[in-house]
């Protein structure tokens, strides 16, 4: 058996380019088949060329994450290995791969300058290109650009990189990232050529269709830089300038709301080979620096990341025709026909159908479509490059299959597929149980988290595709459990900052393309993601950094809270939305008061936490005091004491007050009793919204009422999960009844209410949370023997490894199956209650040398393990 050490990364991405950062942060995973394997020491060696930039020395630790770099300054552009030695517990030493990263390009070295075209009002699209020679063999080339507008990049008749709806969104005129491209396997010897298409982002939205809002950007312009390292050691560079000639391109519509248009008939083929005839192209136009900083792109790239092909095709018309993808995804439509020249199909994408069979686009925003004309020269084949839509449906007009007619007096449809665009996000873990109904919910949720990872989390893929941020930390934990979100969490802090006001305040959206109005720019439940997102991103990375990077933004909305309160009480916000009830989706069940200070009160929980973390003591005195205040005054107005109950008596309200330990502890037991009867009343049902529900959830895992949210997941009436299931959902809606039959309403893909995962990662299979404050970080592991589940088997990966879980009845006994990666341990919490007792004797376990302790208490039986694969036995009575 023998021990490795994988997954060499830096700032969480293996083999990164374009790390700005002037200490990027390393790790690595160790593997081991041995138990209670770990290392005892560690040393990373940084190199550049042959010279040995940093040296860590032997460090004494078992930490293997967010080590930051500590070397010489990093030099730009260029390429840097790195290994890392480690000394294992019993004396061994390990040798890792020779691991690698590029650094980017600091702001003021851009070679080339910026240039664009400013004839937006004909709305056609522009494409630009130049040639450009290499003079040898070629062993490393990069292509770096920053753009406002999104682009594609196509070098000697190739796209270049998977890499879709570049550039990030970010707030234009804060932030600009720019992309690395490796495109050394496009060049050759020789003369090669080099095309962009430029489109319209969120930077310019048209009204001319559908459009969530207007906004009219300037000239549409990027900066391109070329480095070239040949073999024999020479290195060139050149950017865009007057070299790049422009043209008006196919693309004769762009709008990320209404759709896109491409005019077969105006393609230019062969523009990005060196020997394309330019008749009629200018140069490009040159353009100041715009005054936005910019770096390298934070995010994982959307990439093309599902496939989907029509499970039914009917002919709704001569002329037309309706596809069933057979599920609910975001992202566009891949269509190849043939016809004559000058023939216009268009595709209409949407979640539902109307009566008459055609796609409905009622709730989601209409009209969007694609449009192509046929150029007329066989099989052509359009997909959109600047847009994107949620669907199920796509509507084609002007062209059927060959067996519908397609092909006599119509174009022909010779191909179909959907495409599943989202982010390049790593699993994170996966989850499945003998509860048929519960794996359909598991995936409907998984579906509609993928289907709003772009580079920002959209609350849906069509109508709004706004960055609402709420869902970025009340659905936190449940993205968490599913995808490693370092990346994708990192770029949404940036967002923050950039749109966080001079007096603090955090609007609702970000990036915040437009204002909204009406309590919907300022709402603390959404606003305190500024807060709640870095502390998680400690609790699970460990990466104390992003709160040093974010201390200072946090701080500001706190006191700008603090400054909106009326004697520790606040008043404005959006409440529980789309709660549970007659007239969604304002919140009806629960005071905007009680939300709002409830989650106040929960910053202020996390600023005393973190300020204590980071040695800042007059904050920590300060969040200490205003705390308490904030408790008390919530206790003061809220607080029914004859009822037990706070305000009505909502879920919402109790919950939320029982989950951050707000009552005092003569009331806490009948709180959670009211909590309890109102969801028994309700035949286990929830009446929280977007805000309530993952607090209703949080507060009966904490006080081990567990069984409650078992019953309240196998309903399959409204409100319900299962409601959905049942009626056909293939992502979650956006709405607890969102796809009534015959009465359909709102966006068929939100993930906002998934917070379900929370209870099938954290209670089912027993995830709960990482300690990183001790020598060897430990997991907590307790996991819930659900009574209607026959078994559950999960994995989760944290920095370490694989975590795996699975537990089974077999013959009246519970069989418990555990793996723990090397350099973690465990606290298994195993509940001593009316169902469940131990059947081995503690001396026997005791003896297990991977086994490091055990304690006994009137509830539970607690075990400390090390590293290793673990099978128990529990009787079951």
């Known amino acids: ?55 860590s020395k032997r460090a004494e630790s078992a930490r293997s994450f967010s080590i930051p770099y500590a070397g010489v300054p990093l030099e730009e552009q260029s390429v ?23 650094t980017g390009i600091k702001e003021g070295s851009w070679v080339g300058s910026w240039i664009g075209y400013s004839r937006r009002a004909d709305g056609v699209m522009p494409v630009f290109r130049r040639y450009f020679t290499v003079a040898g063999a070629v062993k490393r080339a990069r292509l770096y650009i920053c753009s406002k507008n999104p682009y594609e990049i196509w070098i000697n008749g190739k796209r270049a990189g998977e890499e879709y709806l570049e550039p990030a969104w970010t707030s234009y005129e804060k932030t600009l990232f720019y992309t690395v491209y490796d495109i050394t396997g496009y060049l050759k010897a020789g003369e090669n050529g080099l095309g962009i298409f430029l489109g319209n982002g969120m930077e310019h939205i048209e009204g001319r269709r559908y459009a969530k809002f207007t906004v009219t950007g300037g000239a549409q312009q990027f900066i391109v830089q070329v480095n070239m390292e040949y073999e024999n050691g020479i290195i060139e560079k050149w950017g865009s300038d007057k070299n790049f000639h422009m043209s008006p391109g196919p693309v004769t519509y762009s709008c990320v709301y209404g759709g896109e248009d491409y005019d077969g008939r105006k393609a230019l083929p062969g523009f990005s080979e060196a020997h394309y005839t330019e008749e009629g192209w200018e140069e490009a136009a040159v353009y100041e620096k715009p005054a936005a900083r910019i770096i390298s792109r934070i995010n ?4 093309i990341k599902e496939r989907y092909h029509p499970v039914r095709v009917v002919k709704i018309s001569d002329t037309s025709c309706v596809c069933d993808f057979g599920t609910n995804f975001s992202g566009w439509v891949k269509l190849e026909v043939r016809g004559e020249r000058g023939c216009t199909v268009r595709v209409v994408p949407g979640e539902l159908l109307r009566q008459n069979g055609e796609v409905s686009q009622e709730f989601t925003g209409e009209p969007h479509y694609y449009q192509y004309i046929l150029r007329g020269n066989g099989t052509e084949t359009f997909v959109p490059k600047f847009t994107f839509y949620g669907l199920r449906y796509a509507q084609i007009e002007g062209a059927l299959p060959e067996e519908f007619g397609g092909g006599h007096g119509t174009a022909c449809i010779t191909g179909i597929e959907g495409q599943m665009l989202y982010t390049d996000m790593q699993a994170a873990g996966n989850f499945e149980c003998s509860v048929p109904l519960w794996n359909s919910i598991h995936q409907i949720i998984l579906q509609a988290m993928k289907s709003n990872a772009k580079s920002v989390l959209t609350d849906c893929p069509h109508r709004e595709k706004l960055g609402w941020l709420e869902e970025t930390h009340l659905m936190g934990p449940s993205l968490m459990y599913n995808f490693h979100m370092h990346g994708l969490y990192e770029k949404l802090l940036s967002d923050i900052r950039d749109s966080q006001c001079e007096n603090g305040m955090v609007p609702s959206i970000a990036p915040e393309f437009t204002e909204f109005r009406d309590g919907f720019r300022d709402s603390p439940e959404w606003g305190s ?41 606040l008043h404005h916000g959006l409440g529980d939305w789309c709660d549970f009830g007659i007239n969604p989706p304002f919140s009806q069940n629960t005071p905007i008061s009680v939300t709002a200070t409830a989650v106040y009160y929960y910053d202020l929980l996390i600023m ?55 009552p005092e502890p003569d009331y806490s037991e009948g709180v959670l009793d009211c909590l309890i009867k109102d969801i028994r009343i309700r035949n286990n049902h929830t009446t929280g919204g977007d805000v309530g529900f993952p607090f209703i959830l949080r507060a009966l895992a904490k006080h081990r009422m567990d069984g409650i949210v078992s019953d309240m997941a196998v309903r399959t009436d409204n409100p319900s999960y299962g409601f959905q299931v049942v009626n056909g959902a293939t992502s979650l809606c956006e709405e607890w009844d969102g796809n009534m039959p015959g009465k359909c309403k709102n966006s068929q893909n939100h993930f906002m209410m998934g917070s379900i995962e929370e209870w099938f990662y954290g209670s089912l299979a027993g995830f709960k949370k990482m300690d990183f404050d001790t020598a060897v970080p430990v997991l907590h592991l307790e996991p819930f023997f659900d009574r209607k589940a026959e078994w559950v088997n999960a994995w989760h990966e944290v920095l370490q490894g694989r975590v795996r879980v699975r537990w089974e009845r077999r013959e009246g006994n519970i069989e418990l199956k555990l793996s723990i990666p090397a350099n973690l341990r465990v606290k298994l919490v195993l509940r001593q209650t009316e169902n469940t007792q131990l059947t081995e004797s503690h001396a026997p376990l005791a003896e297990n040398h991977s086994i490091l302790s055990w304690r006994e208490n009137e509830q539970d039986v607690i075990l400390y393990l090390d590293s290793g694969s673990y099978d128990f036995e529990i009787q079951e009575s």
């Open 1 to 55: 058996m023998s021990d490795l050490i994988l997954n060499g990364t830096v700032e969480y991405k293996e083999s990164p380019s374009g790390v700005d950062k002037e200490s990027p942060l390393f790790g690595w995973q160790l593997s081991s088949e041995r138990k209670g394997a770990g290392q005892r020491a560690y040393r990373i060696m940084v190199y550049r060329e042959e010279e040995l930039v940093w040296d």
């Open 300 to 303: 994982p790239p959307v990439r």
């Open 529 to 569: 993601a500024a807060i709640v997102v870095p502390w998680y991103i400690y609790k699970k990375y460990g990466d104390i950094h992003i709160l040093r990077e974010s201390y200072s933004s946090m701080v500001k909305y706190a006191e700008y809270l603090n400054s909106r309160s009326e004697y520790n009480i």
């Open 80 to 102: 840097y290995t790195w290994q890392v030695q480690l000394w294992m517990e019993e004396g061994s030493k390990l040798v890792s791969p020779v691991y690698s990263f590029e």
């Open 608 to 662: 005393e936490k973190v300020s204590r973390l980071l040695g800042k003591n007059k904050d920590l005195e300060r969040y200490t005091k205003r705390r308490g205040k904030v408790k008390a005054a919530f206790n003061r107005e809220f607080l029914d004491k004859q009822g037990q109950r706070y305000v009505n008596g909502s879920q919402t309200a109790n919950a939320m007050a029982l989950y951050l330990e707000i």
